[in-house]
């Protein structure tokens, strides 16, 4: 489902990623994992089409991300650290709002919303403004507007940073149910949440992939990502 | 359209829900524009009404006396009048002394370089000569038969308005266009642009399958729609002061081709306020927040309403055609024009075209920008 082709990425002289190339199949839901400035916000944005790569090339279900992006966005759903929301809208609006820019409207839409509100727990905070709900609440938002539309490839960006627990455990939950036929790529500091939702891990590092490996249930926890990551950092430092 | 107006609507309701926009957009133009306008009433009414002058004479000098006390002369007391004409607190001072037998008088008068004071002399003189021939013609009308004897020429003064001569009314309408379209996109222009990115909400926009030019059009008519209405409630309360106030200068003097007037004027300012619309959220796109937005939104607030001005500083200006093709000064010409009943349709054809022309160039620069991420994220 995603295909990624030497991907290479500079701003001004520093390199963000450099021939990064790798595939994630459906079903999968691949960790990014990496030191801070190791280009995985990069990577994210070139997969979002809000970037287009120097060279080489990325394809998200069959549809390259700078040839047409049009195609990309209509498969693609994201969450990035921050939930972005509109402050003065509330969630049953935002999620209205950008139904209507998906291209999706009537019965089909407001059923849609429904069953996310159902399903995040949303109801009792979905007639509130965005702007007076906790940080949890809005993640909730942010993700249901990204899978409002069903995408087949799902780009979360740290989206558990800053969550308490239970916010955090019924994102992860919600995750693993939506990933069966899609894919979804995972960018995280928490080798817990790797181990819970991954089967795939790879790591990037000074703006190269140094690691691309099959998480097996029964090989790894959180401990055992740890010193995957670990190793192939301090083999690039080195 | 869908989609465009999906837009549109969903930045009116965040505009709505905005103290701080509906504050500059709604409550400022209805409350400011009366207080502004009752200030320009009372400056100008007192101005009119007041020339203050000290008039003295001693006993059998009453007929001098009478004839000067009538609007806008007000005859005032003073102890010191020379001191006090130094000082400002009088325009002029007159002394009449009789000259040995009845209405026989000399007048004269004090007075600085100021205008009013000047004013005040000339007013002073010409009823001074008046009261001095109908002496005479009193005194004559015994000996001559024919009265015209005493005053040969019959002098009539009678005001013709230039053409192109800017009105108070076109002016001030220009002005207030200029003014409160501008002011009633600033905020929406930049929430919409610069507000986007700090709330980091464009990038969730910009990865939905919408097309940019449909998103941009959406934002563009939720500030145009907020910028008119600005302007319109500007517009409402200064014409509802000018007409409680019975403010001469400001009454606009009824056309025979009224109603095409006032749709060339409506036109026109239509198309002004979209580029002043279109000016800011280009400005706003540049900004990487809502306070750097201000900064870019300064400069060109004045940048608008500096070319507004200029007609009424330089009246000759309008006659320099290539002024035209000039963005707010050919707002400012055409909307003189048409408050003197005049239509030159080549004039409000080049301020269709060229705002049209370049609210779309700009508008299409915005998109641009919005999606460029050198602007974007600064690199």
Redesign the interface.
Known sequence: MIHIEQVTKSFKDVSALSNVSFDVPRDQVAAIVGPNGAGKTTLFRLLSTLSTPDSGYAVMCDHNTSIAPQKVRAITGAVFTEPALYDRLTPKETLNYFGMLYGLGGPSLRKRIDELIEQLELGEFCSRLNGVLSRGMKQRVAIARAVLHEPSVLLLDEPTTGLDFHSADNMLRFLSEYRHGRCILFATHNFQEVSLLCNRLLVLGKGRLILDRELSEDSVGAEGVRSMVLEAIRGIDS | M??IL??MK?EL??TI??RRTLAISVFIPIMLMPIMMTAFIYFTQDKESDIKVVVSGPPGTEAVIKALDVHPLKLVKSNDPIANLRGGKLEAVARVIPQGRKDRFKVTIFHTADATSLQASEIISARVDKLGRQIASSELSSTVKDASVLEPIDLNLTRVDMDRQSSLAGVFLSLIVLIWATVGAMYPAADVTAGEKE???L?????????DLQVILGKFASVYVVSLLTLGLAIMSTYATVIIGDVKALIIHVPDNVISVALFSILAILVTTALITVTEMLASAFAKSFRESQSYLTPIFMLIIVPGILPAVVPKISFNQALYYIPFISHALVINELSAGLINIRNIGLLIITSIGLTALFLWITMKLLRD?GVY?R?
């Open positions: 869908r989609v999906g837009v969903k309701l965040e829900r905005d709330r980091q909400t990038e969730s926009l910009l990865m939905t399958p919408a097309r991420e994220r690199i």
